[in-house]
């Protein structure tokens, strides 16, 4: 069973308000991650933070902005949201180490900007 | 050109039949290669993964990676109805970073 959480699990928000997407793991594990997945595309990452303090922009440009100040929590925050911010964001960790990167991921947390 | 391409289906079969998944990839270079499971309103999990070419199996679940054709597949024997969901494959590049297909739905009727 997977020990990552997500919140909220789903959200409808109108266009301009602030949003935070939560993202908790229990794992211990220094490496985080958030993607972004729409229907039928293949899922694409954000943001990634290998340790506390640490946060890097991933493959696909996004308004969005985390932070890592405890090891176990890394948060998403968009300012001012946008129909186009529309998606299900998913996180993920994994331990540190070299070899397979196996990612552990969370429900997801489902956005719908009006 | 995607470095990972992979089929969205959706892909439907009756219970008991041989699933056949699979993926292509563009790069070389790549060393692990994944697949996950996705059910509906859930995040991917991971089935198993196998490190350069060769077979390796789980219960019902065989991966195989023929690296000089760049192709990558997942074969299902005896599915059931509960293996119906979507598979992504995932392949992983230099340092760590992880690329994905688009992932093929999945619906084994009873």
């Known amino acids: 069973e997977a020990d990552i959480y997500q919140t909220p699990r789903y959200l409808v928000i109108g266009t301009g308000k602030k949003i935070t997407l939560e993202c908790s793991q229990t794992m211990g594990h220094d490496k985080m991650y958030w993607y972004q997945q729409d229907p039928g595309m293949e899922l694409h990452l954000i943001h990634y933070s290998y340790g506390v303090n640490s946060t890097e922009k991933g493959d696909l440009s996004s308004e969005s902005t985390v932070s890592r100040i405890r090891t176990e929590h890394f948060p998403l925050t968009l300012e001012s949201a ?3 911010h529309t998606s299900q ?5 994994t331990p540190d180490g070299s070899g397979a990167n196996v990612l552990t ?3 997801g947390s489902r ?4 | 050109q995607k470095e990972v391409e992979q089929d969205p289906g959706p892909l439907s079969v009756p219970e008991g039949a041989i699933v056949s998944l699979n993926c292509t990839y563009s790069n070389s270079a790549f060393q692990y290669f994944m697949w996950y499971r996705q059910y509906s309103r ?3 999990e991971l089935l198993m993964y196998t490190y350069s070419s060769g077979n390796k199996e789980d219960g019902r679940f065989t991966a195989q990676v023929d690296k000089s054709s760049k192709y990558i597949s997942l074969f299902i024997r005896d599915s059931q109805p509960s293996d119906s969901a979507t598979y992504l494959c ?9 690329i994905f ?6 619906s084994v009727k009873p």
Request: hydrophobic share 35%; proline share 6%; aromatic share 6%.
């Open chain 1, 82 to 84: 946008r129909p186009s």
């Open chain 1, 89 to 93: 964001y998913l996180c993920a960790s």
């Open chain 1, 105 to 107: 991921f969370g429900a």
């Open chain 1, 111 to 114: 956005l719908t900007v009006l």
């Open chain 2, 42 to 44: 859930k995040g991917p």
């Open chain 2, 90 to 98: 995932a392949i992983q590049g230099g340092g760590g970073k992880l």
């Open chain 2, 101 to 106: 297909g688009q992932g093929t739905e999945l």
